[in-house]
């Protein structure tokens, strides 16, 4: 009887130490542990006795992880199944209380704000008038990313052949740059000694009060 | 034979020995001590004649603090064999701490060797890049490279000069044509005058009108609004509304 | 009566919520985690209710601590105390089993250790100084792997000729000896209390290197 007891408690030490192996093995490792991994872990270490097999210690590890995932239940970790093995993850329900979100502003890419630039300048244009100013083709890329920004907006279509889209800047581009109105922007001569003329040889000064989108008239 | 090779120094191998004297270091004997260092320096020179001069430095040093630790009693060098002797301690007994505060780290359990600490973290960082970070000063500063860039890219061409089109001169007939008086007139009578063309050299300007002229007529003769007539070569151009032509048949 | 019972029950709720956050909130992260961190995160959740204050939020956290300390009682891992923070590590005598599952980094030589010994009770100290301690010259070798594990890190320099940098220990010494801060190293008068003592045990000189004259003697 007590040899019997004896054993009882040498198997129940066995599996609380299986446990805790366990445990600390997922814990620690940097990739899911795989139930193949703790298994050849226990037979290594021969704890569970010198006479237990493959079958032994694979029933050892999913009782370890039956009884580690149970005792997760109620606290702010889960023990979960993830693609090729076990990892702890935080509870579910508290992620989104730990989630700090990093504000981190896009920049724009330099040719985007060329392009932008050029609409700011010279609106309403057409996609071609900034190829014309800036001598290279304007990619889809560029126009849909500012599109996306809300930076600049359809303005109506020029009436020539092919009815092209005219652009210009929109309230959120007077807001981003902080300016009250399109006037606010230094007059070209200004920046430049030479100020480039549009093909059909309008400059379309933003600053003259015709070209003016009305949203930018001060009011 | 006592070998130096395992020792980290001079220090080091008294240390050693201090502690070779299995009492509290604050208690060693000095003298001793001196001695066995002098004796395995000494043995080491015999059997290798190199030594590192670490080791012959601190031999000089502690030779003359034997001297000054066996000399008969003079107040002055007594006082400063203890001081050296007691510098000699004090040093050892730093060397010493050294060594347990060293032991006291490797005893602790080191993180990666002893203990590990959570191999996944989790990152619960989000970033929001919804945001817009620009300024006026990079739009501006766009502005200007795309505009340089492309001054630089353009090639240069003269001003391209312009010329009385026939264009212009088609229109400028079509004008006049109500106007023209009955019977033949002489084309030159239509070029524009010097003020309504193109600027430019006058000749060129001159010779491009009467030819955008002869050109208006021709086209306008075709189409049946003028009849043009020239009696030889080089003579003067001639030209007359159609409409005359009916207008003096109807008279006839 | 009731209502009593129901704030207590009130109370018993957010303390389990707030024990759940901040092991999931330590548990998380690789580096450990500060009170002063624990302390934002409950004020900013607003876990403890519209009137709790830092101090409320203090003691909830300590709570949660030390009850997730004492949880942790015979796990696989320990809620321990480091560097100015918690942190979850693997129980010290599952080390050896896990090394078969983890990978280990290669331990200091005997003379990094010492080396870092002296910066840890010198710090800040140079070369030089480091050098009239063991008696003997640091080879480069040596002040490399201690730089290169980041256990030491340059703390300015001394304004002596030749401006040797002076040397410290790092945030990630505390972490890889498992230290709250500096204070909690032996005391220099303790260190050699193991030493053998023969006689009657009056042992230990309490002189202070700092009074040696370091150029007294040769080294």
Redesign the interface.
Same mark, same amino acid.
């Given at each position: 009887m007590t040899g019997v007891v004896a054993a009882e408690e040498q198997a129940r030490e066995a599996a609380?130490l299986v446990?805790?192996?366990? /445990?600390?093995?997922v814990?620690?490792?940097?990739?899911?542990?795989s139930e193949q991994?703790l298994v050849e872990?226990l037979l290594?270490?021969k704890?569970l006795g010198p006479d237990a097999g493959p079958l032994d210690a694979v029933s050892a590890v999913r009782d370890a992880l039956a009884s580690l995932a149970q005792a997760c239940g109620?606290?702010?970790?889960r023990l979960v199944e993830v693609a090729g093995g076990w990892?702890? *993850?935080?509870?579910p329900d508290?992620?989104p209380?730990?989630?700090?979100?990093?504000?981190?502003? *896009? *920049?724009?890419s330099?040719v985007a704000?060329?392009?932008?630039?050029?609409v700011?300048?010279h609106q309403p244009c057409t996609r071609t008038d900034i190829e014309t100013?800036?001598?290279v083709s304007l990619s889809q890329q560029t126009l849909d990313a500012l599109l996306e920004?809300g930076?600049i907006v359809p303005k109506g279509r020029k009436e020539v052949p092919g009815r092209p889209t005219l652009w210009g800047t929109s309230q959120a581009f007077l807001k981003?740059?902080?300016?009250r109105d399109l006037r606010e922007l230094?007059r070209r001569e200004e920046?430049?000694v /030479?100020?480039?003329v549009l093909d059909d040889g309008t400059a379309n000064d933003p600053r003259s009060v015709e070209a003016l989108p009305a949203d930018a008239l001060p009011g | 034979m006592l070998r130096l090779d395992g020792f980290e120094g001079p220090l080091d191998l008294l240390l050693e020995m201090a502690r070779g004297q299995k009492v509290d270091l604050a208690r060693i004997s000095v003298l001793s001590l001196v001695e066995q260092y002098l004796a395995a320096v000494a043995e080491a020179r015999r059997v290798r004649l190199e030594l590192a001069a670490d080791w012959l430095v601190m031999a000089a040093w502690l030779t003359w603090l034997k001297s000054r630790l066996l000399l008969p009693a003079d107040p002055q060098t007594e006082e400063e064999g203890e001081e050296a002797s007691d510098l000699l301690q004090a040093r050892l007994l730093e060397l010493a701490r050294v060594g347990a505060a060293a032991s006291w780290l490797s005893a602790r359990p080191l993180l990666g060797q002893d203990v590990f600490a959570r191999g996944a973290p989790e990152d619960l960082r989000e970033i929001d890049r919804s945001g817009l970070s620009v300024d006026l000063a990079q739009l501006l500063s766009g502005y200007m490279t795309a505009c340089r860039r492309a001054v630089r890219k353009r090639a240069y061409h003269p001003r391209a000069e312009r010329f009385w089109t026939v264009a212009d001169a088609l229109e400028r007939l079509s004008r006049l044509l109500g106007e023209i008086p009955p019977g033949w007139q002489s084309l030159d009578q239509f070029l524009p005058q010097d003020a309504e063309r193109p600027e430019g050299r006058p000749g060129h300007q001159k010779r491009a009108a009467l030819a955008g002229t002869l050109l208006a007529g021709l086209e306008m003769a075709r189409t049946g609004r003028l009849e043009l007539r020239q009696d030889w070569e080089f003579g003067p151009i001639l030209l007359r509304r159609s409409d005359e032509v009916m207008r003096l048949e109807a008279a006839e």
């Open positions: 609380a446990c805790r192996l366990v /445990e600390a093995a814990f620690a490792s940097s990739e899911p542990v991994v872990l290594g270490q704890l109620d606290r702010g970790i990892q702890f *993850r935080t509870a508290l992620a209380m730990l989630t700090k979100v990093l504000q981190r502003p *896009r *920049r724009l330099r704000m060329e392009t932008l630039a050029i700011a300048y100013i800036r001598g920004s930076l981003h740059f902080g300016l230094p920046l430049l /030479e100020v480039p | -």
